[in-house]
């Protein structure tokens, strides 16, 4: 994994801690490749953060997530509002242009508007992929994109 800036570092654990479960601040020492990232070892869920645009990277960090058989979560803080990609291990996909929301106290990325993708669930047992909105309606669904932004300006001004 490339260096990041410490202030990077620091978002991606403030990430990991709202995501929940174990974590591993240092999984470079039983996987090699991981520095610079956080580890959720409940649910094989590797986090890394940088300031690259939209794509920049995805092979390489793909390769890194493939050779430990772990799901990644990607998050840019190169404009003004996180966007976040997930590879999936098991299916070897890329899912790209997220944007995270909160809902009944969970941790959701959605897809962008123009494409058809899932939504996925992140928490301590790992991603879970659902092809229906957790939103009962569009008003709730920009609520818990506004709830999720607050805490992503902090992230964006520290990383």
Same mark, same amino acid.
């Given at each position: 994994m490339p260096w990041i800036k410490a202030a990077t570092h620091r978002a991606i654990m403030m990430l990991a801690a709202d995501?929940?479960? &174990?974590? !591993? @601040?240092?999984?470079?020492?039983?996987? *090699?490749? =991981? &520095? *610079? $990232?956080?580890?959720? /070892?409940? $649910? +094989?869920?590797?986090?890394?953060? =940088?300031? =690259? /645009?939209? +794509?920049?990277?995805?092979? !390489?960090?793909? %390769?890194? %997530?493939?050779? *430990? %058989?772990? !799901?990644?979560?990607? $998050?840019? @803080?190169?404009?003004?509002? %996180? $966007?976040?990609d997930i590879y999936r291990c098991k299916d070897d996909q890329w899912f790209t242009g997220y944007q995270r929301a909160w809902f009944k106290d969970r941790f959701w990325l959605c897809p962008p508007d123009d494409v058809d993708q899932p939504f996925i669930l992140a928490h301590r047992r790992g991603l879970q992929f659902s092809s229906h909105a957790p939103f009962p309606d569009a008003r709730r669904f920009e609520a818990g994109l506004s709830l999720a932004a607050q805490t992503s300006t902090q992230w964006q001004e520290a990383a």
């Open positions: 995501i929940g479960g &174990q974590i !591993d @601040f240092s999984p470079e020492r039983r996987f *090699h490749g =991981t &520095q *610079h $990232a956080v580890l959720l /070892g409940g $649910a +094989n869920l590797l986090i890394v953060g =940088t300031r =690259t /645009g939209s +794509n920049i990277g995805l092979y !390489d960090f793909g %390769a890194i %997530a493939r050779r *430990h %058989a772990m !799901d990644l979560l990607v $998050a840019r @803080f190169s404009g003004p509002v %996180a $966007a976040y």
